[in-house]
């Protein structure tokens, strides 16, 4: 396991104890960035964007995981959209 994946493991149980907690979001997003799952720290920064609409570094980070989003070459990208396509279905057949 990378330190980026212990650090997803331990911002997610921030944000399932303390869902109000921003920096879960923010260390949520950063791990993700750290992992090059983009789509997912967008929402994990947007989802702390939610709870402070004015913080201004978590729009900040938030806009460069858009940017790097934008940077992927297309088979990331296809892959990002397979998994997308993967978490609809899932959550179409709950």
Known sequence: ????????????????????????????GSALMSLKEYKEACDAFEA???LDPGNTELEKVFQEAVEAMKRMT??????MLQAIQLEK?????V
Do not use: H, S, V
């Open 1 to 28: 396991m990378t330190e980026a994946d212990k650090a997803l493991r331990d911002a997610n149980t921030c944000i399932k104890l303390r869902p109000e907690w921003l920096k879960g979001y923010y260390r949520k």
């Open 48 to 50: 702390g964007l939610k």
């Open 74 to 79: 297309w088979p990331e990208k296809e892959k």
């Open 89 to 93: 279905t899932d959550t179409e057949n």
